[in-house]
Every structure is written in C-alpha cells, then in structure tokens.
C-alpha cells in the first residue's frame, strides 16, 4: 500500500501552465508505476499519462494531452509530476494520481491499487 497526496492545481487562463505533483508514502514509491487520470464534471475518469518500472520506463499519454503534457517522476522524492501547457477549458477537472503494483495496462484505471483524493484544475476561456 503507498499513500498518495496530490498538489498543485488551482484556476488558470487558457493557454497557461500548470504542475502537479503527487507525494506518496513508503519506501516502495520506485517499484510502483504511476499514472495521472482526471474526472471532468458528469464524465468519466479518463487516463491522462502514465510512467511504468518496466518495460524500460516507459511514459504513455492520452492523444489529448500530448506535446502539452510531461509526466516524471523523482524516486528519492517520492513524487510524481504532471507539468501542464497549453492548457485548454477541456481539460478542467479532477485529477488524480494512482500507483499500480503490477504490469498491467498503464491506460486501465480499474488495474492501479492506490488513489489520491485528487487535485482541481479549472482552465477559464
């Protein structure tokens, strides 16, 4: 089990950036992989990025968000990061990160173990 706290959102112009970060407890954070999803008001939970421990690391993005979004992560911080540009009004919501334990699908939200309480992000226009 790995707690996870998320940080960093908050109201933001079109166009503009935001970081989130997600602190997470234990000293297992670096076995983990991570990823970010988001809630938008009467939708879905929808994947957002996501990096794993095998496979080389490998970073995976939603189709909308890539080229504007960067995921990282530094394991002696125990953090991972969602660094936000151009951000658009479609991608105001909740978002959450989540730590998954095994190899499974990176973009499946119903195979990470642990979830944060999430971080609101709201983009005016």
């Known amino acids: 089990q790995v707690r996870l706290v998320e940080s960093g959102g908050g109201l933001v112009q079109a166009g503009g950036s935001l970081r989130l970060s997600c602190a997470a407890s234990?000293?297992?954070?670096?076995?983990?992989?991570m990823g970010w999803f988001r809630q938008a008001p009467g939708k879905e939970r929808e994947f957002v990025a996501a990096?794993?421990?095998?496979?080389?690391?490998?970073?995976y993005y939603a189709d909308s968000v890539k080229g504007r979004f960067t995921i990282s992560r530094d394991n002696a911080k125990n953090t991972v990061y969602l660094q936000m540009n151009s951000l658009t009004p479609e991608d105001t919501g909740v978002y959450y990160c989540?730590?998954?334990?095994?190899?499974?699908?990176?973009?499946?939200?119903?195979?990470?173990?642990?979830w944060g309480q999430g971080t609101q992000v709201t983009v005016s226009s």
């Open positions: 234990g000293r297992t954070f670096s076995s983990y992989a």
């Open positions: 989540a730590a998954m334990k095994s190899i499974a699908t990176m973009w499946d939200a119903s195979a990470y173990d642990n």
């Open positions: 990096t794993n421990t095998w496979s080389g690391g490998s970073i």
